[in-house]
């Protein structure tokens, strides 16, 4: 067993390649992306409140990506990767 897909395909987070980059948004704010992510098999939410918790940063998802406040990409690549995904970073 382990988490569903909207499928009902088991997808567990090894086989989920998330991916954190960072943006730039208006008023030269920094936002730290995950993304790659099942959004039914994964709990967006709850991953969402530990990276802001540890980040110390507010977040939202959208899109189906998770958005948190400031550039955390280190931070974030760090736990996703304690969480089993395998994670990479992208961009500059």
Do not use: F, M, W
């Not at 993304?35 to 991953?47: E, F, I």
């Amino acid at each position: 067993h382990g988490p569903r897909n909207a499928a009902g395909v088991v997808v567990r987070p090894k086989d989920q390649p998330a991916r954190v980059g960072r943006e730039k948004r208006r008023k030269g704010k920094t936002v730290t992306v995950v993304s790659g992510l099942d959004p039914v098999a994964s709990d967006l939410g709850s991953l969402l409140a530990k990276l802001k918790s540890a980040c110390a940063a507010g977040g939202t998802i959208s899109d189906g990506r998770i958005e948190v406040q400031g550039d955390h990409r280190e931070k974030v690549l760090a736990i996703l990767q304690d969480l089993g995904y395998p994670a990479k970073l992208t961009g500059g």
